[in-house]
């Protein structure tokens, strides 16, 4: 057990883990199963290339302002920068993490649903062979539809969130990341080198990359941002805390372009890897199956694109162990957010902390959990335009992704770009000349200024 009080700091044992542990807590559900869901929902191409240019222009400055607020501060992202938003943020990261479990149920259902397929249909067998597409299609709303399912998955999934967090960050969160991170790529590389050749593959690029203007509406663009900030896990001080545990002979601009390029290529390869099984599925004649408008695609769509597949079912156990992997080295950082923030704030040691608000997180997950099934018709935002007509999953998700997370990037960016001394800022982004230059213009005038429209035009407009 490792930094059991507030005061005792634990950092990253090396510049590699701290990285390592970035992607980790980047790359997760917000790009294997948000962001093709959000392209699906939003138009596709338009979205993708708005997406892209958010993550540039946007995401990638408030990266860096967020990672040297951390580490400037060096103390837990909201006492950092408690001046100015203090407790906002932690109440994000705490409102994310409760809903992310649920979806790490999911995928934990996936693991035993498709290691009972392996016992029944052995090594070699494509997955759930010799079944029909109507009962592979019934696995996810029979998931759905059972509140004692979602809720298990989701507490199971919220417990092993809970027993990393518990250890620390050098012994439970950056062993998680350095472990399970680069496994988890070469798979996903693979499934959608098969997927492409194999499945609808030119129909994927051209629904993923090709760009009609039309579809560029305010609230597509408002999605855009949100997903770029929900996967970088931006707005919500998770670099900020993670900035805060890595020393000075880290770049942080060098660490930064990292950071976003491979959360980048994992999204967009998830792209590539969940449409052209989607589109096969729609070609075969699979009914209910459409682009537009179905939270769970990837869970839907990838069983009855394994079944064909060589090894089918080895491979989608192996591929959902994986995605939950990915989506574990982002709860921990989740839920590492309010934990760290009590832990200063109250003087609490670590143990607490975790108890404390792992439990309530839970406890709010499970209302989230309920939205598929009993509550499915509770809108608890109904008074709200743009959210009337969402659960409370969906409500969870919608204000942290299209309110918190833009709002605490504007912050993030006035103390960063105006309030913060200039000097300090200066000598530890570790960029030089124009680049620098390009980057302070972006955090002083142009993010936050897009960042106000965007989020107005996309609530209001
Ligand atoms: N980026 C994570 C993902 O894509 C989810 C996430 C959002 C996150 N905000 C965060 C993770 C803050 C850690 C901290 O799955």
Redesign the pocket.
């Known amino acids: 057990m490792v930094a059991s009080s507030g005061s005792a700091r634990d950092g990253w044992s090396s510049r590699t883990a701290f990285i390592l542990a970035a992607i980790g807590?980047?790359?997760?559900?917000?790009?294997l199963w948000?962001f093709p869901a959000e392209a699906g929902q939003n138009g596709g191409g338009a979205f993708v290339l708005f997406y892209i240019f958010c993550v540039i222009f946007i995401g990638l400055p408030v990266l860096l302002s967020e990672t040297l607020l951390g580490r400037h501060g060096q103390a837990s992202a909201p006492e950092s920068v408690r001046r100015m938003a203090a407790e906002s943020n932690a109440l994000s990261?705490f409102m994310?993490v409760s809903f992310?479990c649920v979806v790490g149920g999911w995928v934990l259902y996936y693991v035993y649903v498709f290691a009972g397929d392996l016992v029944t249909t052995g090594l070699a067998g494509g997955a759930f062979e010799g079944r029909d597409r109507a009962e592979i299609e019934g696995i996810l709303p029979g998931l759905f539809g059972s509140a004692r399912l979602m809720i298990t998955g989701h507490l199971v999934f919220f417990a092993i969130t809970m027993f990393f967090v518990m250890r620390g960050v050098s012994q439970g969160i950056e062993w998680v990341a350095t472990w399970l991170m680069p496994a988890f790529f070469v798979l996903l590389v693979g499934i959608t080198l098969y997927g492409l050749t194999s499945g609808a593959g030119m129909e994927t690029l051209t629904y993923l990359f090709s760009f009609d203007f039309t579809k560029l509406t305010p609230q597509v663009m408002l999605a855009a941002v949100g997903q770029a900030f929900?996967?970088?896990?931006l707005g919500?001080a998770?670099m900020i805390t993670y900035g805060s545990y890595a020393g000075r002979d880290i770049n942080l601009g060098r660490t930064s372009g990292i950071i976003a390029s491979a959360d980048t290529a994992v999204a967009l390869i998830a792209g590539l890897c969940i449409f052209p099984i989607v589109f096969a599925a729609i070609a075969a004649g699979a009914t209910d199956l459409s682009v537009e408008g179905c939270p769970g695609l990837r869970f839907a769509a990838l069983p009855g694109g394994l079944q064909a597949m060589p090894c089918g079912a080895f491979i989608g156990l192996v591929f959902f162990i994986m995605v939950g992997f990915a989506?574990l080295t982002?709860s921990v950082?989740?839920l590492e957010?309010p934990t760290s923030w009590v832990m200063e704030r109250f003087e609490t040691s670590r143990m607490v902390s975790t108890l404390g608000v792992g439990l309530s997180a839970a406890l709010l997950g499970i209302f989230a959990a309920l939205s598929f099934n009993e509550w499915s018709d509770v809108r608890p935002l109904a008074f709200v335009p743009i959210f009337a007509e969402a659960n409370v999953f969906d409500a969870l998700d919608g204000v942290t992704a299209k309110i918190f997370m833009p709002l605490g990037a504007i912050l993030t960016c006035v103390f960063v770009g105006w309030v913060a001394e200039p000097r300090l800022v200066d000598t530890e982004n570790g960029l030089n000349g124009w680049l620098h230059q390009l980057w302070r213009a972006l955090v002083r005038y142009v993010c936050p200024l897009v960042l106000i429209v965007i989020t107005f035009f996309g609530l209001f407009g």
């Open positions: 807590s980047a790359v997760g559900l917000g790009n948000r990261a994310i992310y929900f996967s970088l896990s919500v998770g989506a982002s950082a989740l957010v």
